[in-house]
């Protein structure tokens, strides 16, 4: 499996970390996050706060990294 730019596999997750210059610009982040999950009916665990913005994918349902991991993984990609 070849993981999107970006991404690495830590504990059978897909993580990507992003930094931002404040609090709100994260927040917006995370709302754009959001609409792509809600399209792809496939959420994201989503932590963030002042300046930073961290994303952990894995199937649930699968207890494992999935196609939909990826292209969700892409999608986000494709927001920067």
């Known amino acids: 499996m070849s993981l999107p730019e970006g991404w690495e596999e830590i504990d059978g997750r897909l993580m990507h970390e992003v930094a931002f210059e404040n609090f709100q610009e ?23 706060g002042w300046g930073y913005v961290v994303i952990e994918l894995m199937t649930h349902d699968e207890q494992a990294i999935t196609e939909k991991d990826l292209r969700l993984a892409e999608a986000i990609n494709a927001l920067r």
């Open 26 to 48: 994260a927040k917006s982040f995370v709302d754009e996050i959001s609409a792509i999950c809600e399209e792809q009916a496939h959420h994201a665990d989503i932590h963030f």
